[in-house]
């Protein structure tokens, strides 16, 4: 891929679904960390797809499904099919259509398959994808994602307790701010919640293990009275 967008003529295309993202992100993420099995069979397609790690949402789809969005993609020109294989193999088209550089597919890949991530973070999941030299870099090309005639990022509002805002891709269509807002309070209350939960159990097992403590200390004090009244050494009792 070429590292200019000048190079690229970006066509409009609708929103996509999140399968069709989903494919779309494996494909460009298997093509720079596994050069050696792309273009992707259907199988290993699918498997990308319903990964466990370095997914977010996670996703269990079937070979079917899989099929139904390549060939709407390949409608779109994002996914191309490869014709020197007996098996089918694929391969993605994402600089070209959108008409962005590496660095931009880096990025719109990484918000594809792990969700909302603020710019440092993003820095860490595109390691393998492109090395981004710091975080003002990444934000650099997050910018310009977002000042496109279409934008294809929107950088949320920061939420309560966080110092830094997340970026989200708008490649699936627009976003619902105060959904998003909400939910994300919502995630900071449970976590807030869970970590105040976890507080006074732990109190709770200090203040249970204070009761046993002293508990054995009066059983002891009883064991060595009951031994030096029957006239038994404290040792052999």
């Avoid at 193999?89 to 398959?113: I, K």
């Avoid at 710019?119 to 994602?145: K, W």
């Avoid at 950088?155 to 699936?172: Q, Y």
């Avoid at 269509?173 to 995630?187: H, T």
């Amino acid at each position: 891929m070429n590292s200019t967008a000048d190079t690229y003529s970006p066509r409009a295309i609708r929103p996509l679904t999140p399968l069709e993202g989903r494919v779309v992100g494996v494909l460009v993420e298997k093509q720079l960390t596994v050069p050696d099995t792309y273009p992707l069979s259907l199988n290993s397609l699918t498997s990308g797809c319903n990964q466990k790690t370095a997914r977010s949402p996670v996703m269990n789809v079937t070979e079917s499904d899989v099929v139904a969005a390549i060939d709407s993609l390949k409608r779109l020109s994002l996914v191309l099919e490869g014709s020197s294989s007996r098996v089918p193999r694929f391969e993605h088209n994402m600089g070209r259509v959108l008409g962005v550089p590496s660095q931009a597919v880096a990025l719109l890949t990484a918000l594809l398959l792990r969700g909302p991530q603020t710019a440092a973070e993003l820095r860490t999941a595109t390691t393998r994808l492109h090395g981004f030299a710091d975080v003002s870099s990444v934000e650099s090309f997050l910018d310009e994602l977002a000042e496109r005639e279409r934008p294809y990022v929107i950088k949320l509002p920061r939420v309560p307790g966080e110092r830094e805002s997340r970026w989200m891709h708008l490649l699936c269509g627009e976003v619902n701010i105060e959904e998003l807002r909400e939910r994300a309070a919502a995630s900071a209350s449970s976590s807030s919640d869970d970590a105040a939960a976890s507080f006074a159990e732990i109190d709770a097992l200090r203040a249970e293990q204070k009761q046993l403590s002293a508990k054995v200390d009066r059983l002891q004090a009883m064991v060595e009275r009951m031994a030096k009244e029957l006239g038994i050494e404290p040792d052999a009792a």
